[in-house]
Antibody, heavy 120, light 110 residues
Framework: QVQLQESGPGLVKPSETLSLTCTVS??????????WSWIRQPPGKGLEWIGY???????NFNPSLKRRVTISVDTSKNQFSLKLSSVTAADTAVYYC????????????WGQGTLVTVSS | NFMLTQPHSVSGSPGKTVTISCTRS????????VQWFQQRPGSAPNTVIY?????PSGVPDRFSGSIDTSSNSASLTISGLKTEDEADYYC?????????FGGGTKLTVL
C-alpha cells in the first residue's frame, strides 16, 4: 500500500535552512498521475500549503513562501525533499508530505507528519 | 489569491445533523473541486470528501458534500452524529496557481 514518511531534524536554529525528506513506498514518484506535496501546520493552528513538485521537476509554491522554498525529487531513491531557508520561530510547525492527484488537487495520502521547532 | 472561510466551531448532539460551510472569497466555487479533511488531535488529516461530493472508500455515507453557486460556498454535512466525529474539519480548493485551505472548524459532539 502507499506510504509516505517524513524525516529530518526536529530542531533548526533561526536563520538556518530547514531540510526534510519524504520517502515514498507503494508508488513511484515518477508517476505522471500525482503531485508530491508539502503542507504544514503550526501548533494549534490550521493547515498551510507549502508547494508541490511534479515528476518532471515542475514546481508550484505558496506565494507567501516562494522566495524561501525549494522542493526537489530523487527518483532513484523514490523520495522528494523540502528546503525552507532563513527560518524564524513562525516556521515552527508539523510538516506533512502528501500525495495529490493532478488537476484536482485531491490529497489522498498523507505522511504522519514531523514536528520541526525553530529555536536557538 | 482567494480565501476559504469556515465557521470557527459547530456543535451537535449524537444522532443529529450538522453542516459546516466553506465560502470562497473570489472566483467561482464551481470552477475548482473542493475537498474536506477530518483531523483528530495528534493525527494527520484524513479525506472525507473529494471532488465536491465524492466519498473515499471506508468513509461512511453519513458524510456528504455539496456546493452552492448562489452563496459561492461548499458544505460538509454529517448526519447521525457520533462521538467519534468530534474533530477539526478543513475544506481545501485551488486555482490555476495555488492551493488554499480553510481555517478549520472544530466540531463538538455534545
Amino acid at each position: 500500500q502507499v506510504q509516505l514518511q517524513e524525516s529530518g531534524p526536529g530542531l533548526v536554529k533561526p536563520s538556518e535552512t530547514l531540510s526534510l525528506t519524504c520517502t515514498v513506498s507503494g508508488v513511484s514518484v515518477s508517476s505522471d498521475t500525482y503531485y508530491w506535496s508539502w503542507i504544514r501546520q503550526p501548533p494549534g493552528k490550521g493547515l498551510e500549503w507549502i508547494g508541490y513538485i511534479y515528476h518532471s521537476g515542475n514546481t508550484n509554491f505558496n506565494p507567501s513562501l516562494k522566495r524561501r522554498v525549494t522542493i526537489s525529487v530523487d527518483t532513484s531513491k523514490n523520495q522528494f525533499s523540502l528546503k525552507l531557508s532563513s527560518v524564524t520561530a513562525a516556521d515552527t510547525a508539523v510538516y506533512y508530505c502528501a500525495r495529490a492527484r493532478i488537476a484536482v488537487a485531491y490529497v489522498d495520502y498523507w505522511g504522519q507528519g514531523t514536528l520541526v521547532t525553530v529555536s536557538s | 489569491n482567494f480565501m476559504l472561510t469556515q465557521p470557527h466551531s459547530v456543535s451537535g448532539s449524537p444522532g443529529k445533523t450538522v453542516t459546516i460551510s466553506c465560502t470562497r472569497s473570489s472566483g467561482s466555487i464551481a470552477s475548482n473541486y473542493v475537498q474536506w479533511f477530518q483531523q483528530r488531535p495528534g493525527s494527520a488529516p484524513n479525506t472525507v470528501i473529494y471532488e465536491n461530493d465524492q466519498r473515499p472508500s471506508g468513509v461512511p455515507d453519513r458524510f456528504s458534500g455539496s456546493i452552492d453557486t448562489s452563496s459561492n460556498s461548499a458544505s460538509l454535512t454529517i448526519s447521525g452524529l457520533k462521538t467519534e466525529d468530534e474533530a477539526d474539519y478543513y475544506c481545501q480548493s485551488y486555482d490555476a496557481y495555488n492551493w488554499m485551505f480553510g481555517g478549520g472548524t472544530k466540531l463538538t459532539v455534545l
